[in-house]
């Protein structure tokens, strides 16, 4: 069975600062997807990246940037120079591949609280 | 980019009476949609995928007669919750799903909150 583990909580950190959301994830299927959302208190979560197994360069966008491990099941996500803006809860989610559409599980998300 | 609708936003029904949420793909075809509940501060539930012409398929414990969902085409499927109840009460969010590049994508409604009197 697919599962995603996000341990922290919540996070709480000062505008300016760095902050790191970490994902654990197990699965038995050698071809999978990984994703990460965020879910502003409006609640419609936004897709941020998808990134599938066999890429494991990290990428940035902005502010944003993620480090794919394999070899840890894990991939973490980074916000830099956080803003308050960022504030949200983050989900990372595992897709298990059914025929014509992605089934995902879903971690418990981070609640992340930005604060001036 | 992809969006997708969900009408209403909000409802507020009573006891005994049947919701219908409507979930819409508007810039792309959806041949696969899927309905998660979410209760406060908790992750996402997958209630059910819903298919274009053919039946949903469940998770297990999820009471088919009781959410009933219609995928009519292409871009819209509806989740209808019958005779719902205030345990019935909860933030309902659907996701259509689109394929670029042989790879699939989820996107989100902004949700549905229902509350039942």
């Known amino acids: 069975a697919q599962k995603v583990t996000q341990a922290q909580t919540e996070i709480s950190v000062v505008e300016k600062e760095d902050v790191t959301l970490d994902c654990v994830y197990e699965?038995?299927?050698?071809?999978?997807?990984l994703f990460w959302y965020k879910q502003p208190p409006s609640g419609e979560l936004v897709f941020l990246i998808r990134?599938?197994?066999?890429?494991?360069q990290n990428e940035i966008s902005g502010r944003y940037s993620w480090n794919f491990q394999k070899s840890t099941s894990s991939f973490n996500f980074t916000i830099t120079a956080s803003q308050v803006v960022d504030s949200a809860v983050y989900f990372c989610?595992?897709?298990?591949?059914?025929?014509?559409?992605?089934?995902?599980?879903f971690g418990t998300g981070t609640q992340l609280k930005v604060e001036l | 980019g992809a969006v997708v609708s969900q009408h209403p936003s909000r409802v507020i029904c009573k006891s005994g009476t049947s919701v219908k949420i409507e979930c819409r793909s508007l810039d792309f075809q959806a041949t696969t949609m899927f309905w998660y509940r979410q209760f406060p501060k908790k992750s996402l539930m997958l209630m059910a995928t819903?298919?274009?012409?053919?039946?949903?398929?469940?998770e297990q414990g999820v009471e088919k007669d009781k959410f009933l969902i219609n995928h009519a085409s292409l871009t819209l499927s509806t989740l209808t919750v019958t005779s719902a109840h205030p345990e019935d009460s909860s933030f309902y969010i659907c996701?259509?799903?689109?394929?670029?590049?042989?790879?699939?994508?989820?996107?989100f409604g902004p949700g549905t909150r229902l509350t039942v009197l």
């Open positions: 699965t038995r299927d050698t071809t999978y997807y």
């Open positions: 819903s298919n274009e012409g053919s039946k949903a398929t469940y």
């Open positions: 989610a595992l897709s298990e591949l059914t025929g014509g559409g992605n089934k995902l599980t």
């Open positions: 996701s259509a799903t689109e394929r670029t590049g042989g790879t699939d994508t989820q996107y």
């Open positions: 990134r599938n197994s066999f890429d494991e």
